[in-house]
């Protein structure tokens, strides 16, 4: 929270709590964490790649699949490697 108050405008606050969330298996709390951070830095390439990752994880349905492959296809116009947007 202190992080957050001192770097209001910086996503790496919501970029760590994202990667916590997600290592703990709180998939919706990630998901929220990463959304944060691409609404402060819409070309987060490594946000929008861990995003489609937690949308993949658990049994996806066909909106969270199709969010998953945007996501993915965002993070490579964003210059993200290749190898990385396909997994």
């Not at 830095?41 to 990752?53: E, G, I, Q």
Request: aromatic share 6%; net charge positive; with cysteine.
């Amino acid at each position: 929270k202190v992080a957050a108050a001192l770097l209001r405008d910086d996503p790496r606050p919501a970029f760590r709590r994202a990667q916590v969330y997600g290592t703990l298996g709180d998939r919706a709390r990630a998901e929220g964490e990463f959304t944060a951070v691409l609404a402060r830095a819409p070309t987060h390439a490594d946000a929008l790649l861990y995003r489609a990752l937690v949308r993949l994880r658990g049994a996806p349905d066909r909106a969270q699949l199709a969010g998953a492959a945007a996501d993915a296809g965002a993070a490579l116009e964003c210059g993200a490697p290749p190898v990385f947007a396909l997994l």
